[in-house]
């Protein structure tokens, strides 16, 4: 069963591939930025526990060792942060291809995969962005 809060370290200078339970790539982490497979910005991660959030500043949930964004089933609503407008540029060596993905460990009851739960969760727009009040 997969630990979300097993620590583990990432290189920021090498690509980190993001995918979900079934294998799909939906991101790779260079230097704290999430870009999709087509060189769009899409979100970033900071903290020890490699929080993941989208480009509009909206926690979604913790990497893990082997690549998928998880969180609690059951987590309360976190606010979104206030993040930069620009995007920043789009890194020279970002891989066009994604290596085959790691075998993945039962998450359990408590954990979902929230990009097989939410496959857009980084094209959503968050409700509760504080400049659309």
């Known amino acids: 069963m997969v630990e979300p ?16 339970t079934h294998g799909e790539w939906h991101a790779t ?3 704290n930025c999430l870009w999709d ?10 903290g020890q526990n490699y929080d993941v959030y989208t480009a509009y500043g909206q926690w979604i949930g913790n990497l ?8 609690r089933r059951m987590t309360d609503r976190q606010t979104v942060l206030k ?5 920043p540029q789009k890194p020279t060596k ?6 085959l993905p790691p075998m993945t ?3 359990g009851y408590h954990y979902i ?13 968050p409700e509760l962005k504080s400049d659309m009040h």
């Open 5 to 20: 809060g097993k620590k583990f370290a990432i290189n920021s200078d090498e690509p980190f591939f993001v995918f979900d």
């Open 29 to 31: 982490l260079l230097n």
């Open 37 to 46: 497979a087509r060189g769009e910005y899409i979100g970033f991660v900071r």
């Open 64 to 71: 893990t060792a082997d690549g998928r964004i998880v969180r």
């Open 83 to 87: 993040v930069r407008k620009l995007a």
């Open 94 to 99: 970002l891989p066009a291809r994604a290596p």
């Open 105 to 107: 460990a039962d998450l």
């Open 113 to 125: 995969d929230v990009l097989e739960w939410d496959p857009n969760a980084f094209r959503s727009v």
